[in-house]
């Protein structure tokens, strides 16, 4: 089986991939940054946002021949941002309150245009609502007040039980009023967001 963790920067996804790979018997975690990485499937790096810009069509092309390399494993956990454009079983999607993501960007000392455009995806369901676009099966949880083990173990259930959906989230309800403050921290959203490199 084939499982694809996504979510934006500071969910949590590499934590929980490994939570949920010593969870399962027989399983083998990818880290699709690393694997970007060494294969140079990217097409450039932006410097302002510290992140690499890829093609996600030539990554799906270039995966599956990963895939056919690997030999038998029960698991595979796919751990990254864009895993689920990929050819997967099961995509989970990894939330966690803009309150909280917002600390962890600043922690990692992102600039403020990531550290906004991260928050502004979350709070608007982008990867949920692209993975919904190409998957049949997605589930989403909910990581704010999880541990990694915890978030492992949920997933495991949505392994199991094909009827599990995993948590409702709407940012847009519950902290509306962190959004409405947004601007003032960040200044112009249109301004900061149309910068380029």
């Known amino acids: 089986m084939l499982i694809a963790l996504t979510g934006v920067a500071g969910v949590g996804k590499t934590s929980v991939a490994r939570a949920l790979v010593r969870l399962l018997p027989n399983a083998r975690l990818i880290s699709l940054a690393s694997y ?12 302002k946002l510290r992140s690499y810009v890829v093609d996600p069509a030539r990554l799906k092309k270039e ?30 999607v990894l939330r966690c309150s803009p309150r909280i993501l ?15 455009q991260n928050l502004l995806a979350e709070f608007c369901d982008v990867l949920y609502a692209e993975a919904i676009e190409r998957r049949r099966r997605v589930v989403q949880i909910d990581v704010s ?10 997933i495991k259930r949505a392994i199991e039980n094909p009827r599990f959906s995993g948590d409702r989230v709407d940012w847009l309800g519950s902290e509306a009023d ?12 249109k301004k900061l967001l149309s910068k380029r490199s």
Request: aromatic share 12%; proline share 1%; hydrophobic share 40%.
């Open 145 to 154: 007040n999880r541990s990694a083990e915890e978030v492992a173990m949920l």
């Open 36 to 47: 970007l990485k060494r294969k140079k499937l990217y097409e450039g790096y932006d410097r």
């Open 102 to 116: 917002e600390e962890r960007l600043k922690h990692r000392r992102y600039p403020k245009q990531k550290i906004l």
């Open 178 to 189: 962190f959004l409405v403050g947004l601007e003032r921290k960040y200044g112009n959203f």
């Open 63 to 92: 995966f599956r021949r990963e895939l056919a390399k690997l030999g038998k494993w029960d698991y595979v956990v796919i751990d990254g941002l864009l895993s689920h454009y990929l050819d997967v079983d099961l995509v989970v």
